[in-house]
């Protein structure tokens, strides 16, 4: 979901409110007789430092580029282990490509995928949600967990099209 206004940010530049999340991250990679590497750190530090969807070979190629010297397997075993520790879930966006995004409990969103240009958009409706609950009771189930993707083209490139 989209955030209002600018996000706080540490000595690091990065959101104050992942300082929770690396206490539950280095807590989970303990319980598994694992620990927090340098790499873990920076990829980490790259998951978590936006807001956003993010995909495996994009932080592979961004950790290449600054010289972090994490490789993709690096990367893929770490947000798999994002995953594990429940602070990273993935997204089947339905683009070819995996994505990953932050999991903040109680906060639920529904995804807009341009299918011109790839971006991700993110949002949220009460009415929706009241309405699917609605259905949801009207026909006897028990929901679980849902998934709306939305598959269009976003207004920037309606407007080149014009």
Do not use: W
Not at 44 to 72: P, Q, T, Y
Not at 119 to 126: A, L, V
């Amino acid at each position: 979901m989209a955030r209002n206004g600018p996000v706080k940010k540490n000595s690091r530049n990065l959101p104050v409110d992942i300082e929770e999340e690396r206490v539950i991250f280095e807590a989970y990679l303990r319980s598994n007789g694992l620990k927090l590497t340098t790499q873990r750190s920076q990829i980490f530090e790259e998951v978590f430092g936006h807001h956003g969807h993010i995909d495996a070979d994009g932080i592979a190629a961004k950790m290449r580029n600054l010289d972090k010297g994490a490789s993709r397997a690096t990367v893929y075993r770490t947000l798999e282990l994002l995953v594990e520790s429940g602070l990273v879930k993935p997204v089947r966006l339905g683009t070819g490509q995996h994505y990953y995004e932050h999991v903040h409990s109680g906060e639920h969103h529904d995804h807009l995928v341009c299918t011109s240009c790839g971006k991700i958009f993110e949002f949220f409706s009460p009415e929706l949600e009241e309405y699917q609950g609605s259905i949801c009771d009207e026909m006897g189930f028990s929901p679980k967990r849902h998934t709306m993707i939305i598959y269009g083209t976003c207004r920037n490139c309606s407007a080149k099209r014009k």
